[in-house]
């Protein structure tokens, strides 16, 4: 584990730090949505600062006649932390054999992170540089103004919408939460469930994306939509006292938009 999360100066022993870190195992997957949409590059290591954009930025002079000087264009990464603390007596009862634990502050952290990992890659984040799938696509967003039980008209216009454009499949499907439950709730009464019958006209998968509010179609053949890790999501030591631990789920990431006209955003009702 790298040196930088000081696992060792916290006072918890090897069984808590494997309880820790198979909870954010079992909690990080179910929340990080956008990974399982976009291309993953990584983990590269704590070291890793940038991206490479293989670009250049415009000429300057240098000190010396006939000698010009461009500057390289990169990303930079952002470092991502979820602070949370955890009760000292329901650490010390992991030893005990307790299989109770509580471990609320972990699963809470865990969806605050994935959060803002998804809305990174869909919505952009400004103050890091970052420019998000929503804001990147050229397309007009598709607004759908019927019920449920028809969303697979819009997204059969989407996803002719991103064909006219010479963007093929297969094709997935980016819910935010409210989106995601009127999907599930429209598969109730019978019949044949409409997550399912999305799933076939996209060729992929419909995805439960926190951090979105919206929804957004999206190829999936690769190559289009790069997140970039250096530091994957791993659980850190800040402090302690007589009563808790304070801890973080940190990562280093960067996301770039290669192909922005392969997704388009639809706004469901």
Do not use: C
């Not at 952009?124 to 019920?147: K, M």
């Amino acid at each position: 584990m790298s040196s930088h999360l000081l696992r060792d100066r916290a006072p918890l022993t090897d069984a808590t730090w494997a309880l820790l870190d198979e909870e954010a195992s079992a909690r990080l997957p179910v929340a990080l949505g956008a990974r399982k949409l976009v291309d993953f590059s990584g983990p590269h290591g704590w070291e890793h600062s940038a991206t490479n954009l293989g670009r250049v930025g415009g000429v300057v002079d240098a000190p010396e006649q006939s000698v010009i000087a461009r500057t390289r264009r990169v990303l930079p990464l952002v470092e991502v932390r979820a602070d949370f603390a955890l009760e000292r007596d329901e650490l010390d009862s992991v030893d005990r054999g307790a299989d109770d634990v509580d471990l609320g502050p972990l699963d809470d952290a865990a969806v605050r992170i994935a959060r803002v990992e998804n809305s990174a890659v869909f919505n952009g984040w400004d103050a890091t540089g970052i420019i998000g799938i929503i804001p990147a696509s050229p397309h007009r967003p598709l607004v759908h103004e019927g019920t449920p039980q028809d969303y697979d008209d819009v997204i059969t216009q989407a996803i002719a919408a991103l064909k006219r454009s010479g963007v093929d499949g297969p094709y997935a499907l980016a819910l935010g939460p409210a989106q995601w439950t009127s999907v599930i709730e429209a598969n109730e009464g019978g019949g044949y469930p409409l997550i399912r019958h999305l799933r076939d006209i996209l060729g992929g998968p419909v995805e439960w994306v926190p951090g979105l509010d919206g929804a957004v179609v999206l190829s999936q053949r690769g190559g289009d939509f790069v997140l970039e890790v250096g530091q994957d999501l791993a659980i850190g030591y800040r402090e302690h006292d007589a009563q808790s631990v304070s801890l973080y789920i940190e990562e280093s990431v960067s996301f770039r938009v290669n192909t922005p006209e392969a997704a388009i955003q639809v706004v469901l009702s």
